[in-house]
């Protein structure tokens, strides 16, 4: 069978519907496809498996736009989504060329992961900022977001920002209280990064006297509603071949490419982290190259990344000894 967009609260269901499946001798694979929280749900029903020592492989196929699973290379969905988000950016660009001091501004997934907006901006070549929840900003003062804005319309009459629905959580829950709503899969409830900018640089503009046009541009869910490209259907393909493979060899596992190579990884491995943009890494500063923005970070920024890159790269010790 297979399980599709796996959550916590399901993880209950799917045991006592696969325990009594397989008194009957009806099942002994199980094929489950999702991103970060369905891995974790894959995990959940495994352990279960190993306790009760039923003879059951769960395969977990790593499938989520925000390509935020640990270890792999890719995970399938990305492509079709960074590809998607340029019909956005095109149209805010098209936007802000059509006004004096025109902005567009486009909000594109990515709750804790900006990899969709970093790679959508270095494809589209328009973008002058790029916003992701891994890269502090601040808004004012010297070198802050609103100066280099306001830089860049007398420079250019015109500019386009991409922002991560992620980032600036934390500049916005100073002026806007946060809320401790969470959403069906347990995740805290963000608030609107995109819309609060387009206020803030709006007043600011207003403060100084200065003409603008600013479009607020929100895709959400079109960057995943859609067809997948040809990339991403050979990469499914070749998922799934592998994933059949090593269920019928009686392993468990999430299988993803690892350095060019398919791989069978531990559901630990992938599950006690998230994978993230690298802020010190080169392919953030062939970004920051590209729009010609500030990195908008201090130097204790730059040491806690480097940190928490350090502890990321640092593998865990499975929470049992014998699950191999």
């Given at each position: 069978?297979?399980?599709?967009?796996?959550?916590?609260?399901?993880?209950?269901?799917?045991?006592?519907?696969?325990?009594?499946?397989?008194?009957?001798?009806?099942?002994?694979?199980?094929?489950?496809?999702?991103?970060?929280?369905?891995?974790?749900?894959?995990?959940?029903?495994?352990?279960?498996?190993?306790?009760?020592?039923?003879?059951?492989?769960?395969?977990?196929?790593?499938?989520?736009?925000?390509?935020?699973?640990?270890?792999?290379?890719?995970?399938?969905?990305?492509?079709?989504?960074?590809?998607?988000?340029?019909?956005?950016?095109?149209?805010?660009?098209?936007?802000?060329?059509?006004?004096?001091?025109?902005?567009?501004?486009?909000?594109?997934?990515?709750?804790?992961?900006?990899?969709?907006?970093?790679?959508?901006?270095?494809?589209?070549?328009?973008?002058?900022?790029?916003?992701?929840?891994?890269?502090?900003?601040?808004?004012?003062?010297?070198?802050?977001?609103?100066?280099?804005?306001?830089?860049?319309?007398?420079?250019?009459?015109?500019?386009?920002?991409?922002?991560?629905?992620?980032?600036?959580?934390?500049?916005?829950?100073?002026?806007?209280?946060?809320?401790?709503?969470?959403?069906?899969?347990?995740?805290?409830?963000?608030?609107?990064?995109?819309?609060?900018?387009?206020?803030?640089?709006?007043?600011?503009?207003?403060?100084?006297?200065?003409?603008?046009?600013?479009?607020?541009i929100d895709p959400t869910y079109m960057i995943r509603a859609i067809p997948s490209n040809a990339a991403d259907n050979v990469y499914c393909t070749l998922l799934a071949h592998s994933a059949i493979h090593g269920a019928m060899a009686g392993y468990s596992f999430t299988v993803g490419m690892v350095n060019?190579?398919?791989?069978?990884?531990?559901?630990?491995?992938?599950?006690?982290?998230?994978?993230?943009?690298?802020?010190?890494?080169?392919?953030?500063?062939?970004?920051?190259?590209?729009?010609?923005?500030?990195?908008?970070?201090?130097?204790?920024?730059?040491?806690?990344?480097?940190?928490?890159?350090?502890?990321?790269?640092?593998?865990?010790?499975?929470?049992?000894?014998?699950?191999?």
């Amino acid at each position: 069978g297979v399980v599709q967009s796996l959550e916590h609260h399901e993880v209950v269901m799917i045991q006592k519907r696969l325990l009594t499946t397989f008194r009957i001798g009806e099942l002994i694979r199980v094929y489950i496809i999702g991103g970060d929280g369905t891995q974790k749900g894959a995990y959940e029903i495994y352990k279960e498996i190993r306790k009760r020592g039923l003879k059951v492989a769960v395969a977990g196929v790593p499938k989520t736009i925000d390509n935020d699973i640990a270890i792999i290379d890719k995970s399938f969905g990305f492509d079709s989504a960074v590809e998607e988000a340029q019909r956005a950016i095109n149209s805010a660009h098209v936007e802000a060329c059509s006004a004096e001091n025109g902005i567009g501004l486009v909000k594109l997934m990515g709750r804790y992961s900006g990899f969709i907006a970093m790679y959508a901006t270095l494809a589209s070549r328009d973008v002058d900022c790029c916003l992701i929840p891994e890269s502090p900003f601040y808004m004012d003062g010297e070198g802050g977001l609103l100066q280099y804005v306001e830089r860049r319309l007398k420079e250019n009459k015109h500019m386009v920002i991409v922002v991560a629905e992620g980032a600036g959580q934390d500049i916005i829950a100073k002026s806007i209280p946060a809320s401790d709503q969470l959403d069906a899969s347990g995740n805290k409830l963000l608030l609107d990064i995109g819309l609060w900018l387009t206020h803030k640089i709006k007043d600011h503009f207003k403060s100084k006297k200065m003409e603008m046009t600013i479009k607020y541009i929100d895709p959400t869910y079109m960057i995943r509603a859609i067809p997948s490209n040809a990339a991403d259907n050979v990469y499914c393909t070749l998922l799934a071949h592998s994933a059949i493979h090593g269920a019928m060899a009686g392993y468990s596992f999430t299988v993803g490419m690892v350095n060019g190579r398919h791989a069978y990884i531990p559901f630990y491995r992938v599950t006690s982290t998230r994978n993230k943009v690298k802020i010190t890494d080169r392919m953030w500063a062939r970004l920051l190259s590209s729009t010609n923005q500030p990195s908008f970070l201090r130097q204790k920024d730059i040491d806690e990344a480097r940190e928490a890159d350090r502890l990321t790269n640092k593998p865990p010790l499975p929470p049992v000894a014998n699950q191999n």
